[in-house]
């Protein structure tokens, strides 16, 4: 059974950092590109960032971008979002999603998806 779960999150001031961890089990991550979304209360799904399943390419929402990186270690079978200098608009319940084929922002294209963890930027 293929299985996502992330970690991570918890509650940071303004300008702090947290670092969020997606681990696979069941499958070998390295053969998916991953892409990292967030949903906060009573808004829709956001793209925010996402890595090809070598690593060679990467992208970002423009609301994270130079805040946040994404990176992967396939020895590890995790990819990891680390977060910087966040703010309480970056609060959300984040999700880590898989599929074989890079997706980029269309959520809708990944099959696999983790439970999230919570984000929560407030002082």
């Known amino acids: 059974q293929l299985q996502l779960v992330e970690s991570g999150g918890g509650l940071v001031q303004p300008g702090g950092s947290l670092r969020l961890s997606c681990t696979a089990s069941?499958?070998?991550?390295?053969?998916?590109?991953i892409g990292w979304f967030r949903q906060a209360p009573g808004k829709e799904r956001e793209g925010v960032s996402y890595i090809s399943s070598s690593g060679g390419l990467s992208n970002y929402a423009d609301s994270v971008k130079g805040r946040f990186t994404i990176s992967r270690d396939n020895a590890k079978n995790t990819v990891y979002l680390q977060m910087n200098r966040l703010k309480p608009e970056d609060t959300a319940v984040y999700y880590c999603?898989?599929?074989?084929?890079?997706?980029?922002?269309?959520?809708?294209?990944?099959?696999?998806w983790g439970q999230g963890t919570q984000v929560t930027v407030s002082s």
């Open positions: 999603a898989a599929s074989t084929i890079y997706r980029g922002s269309y959520y809708m294209g990944y099959p696999y």
């Open positions: 069941g499958f070998t991550l390295g053969g998916y590109s």
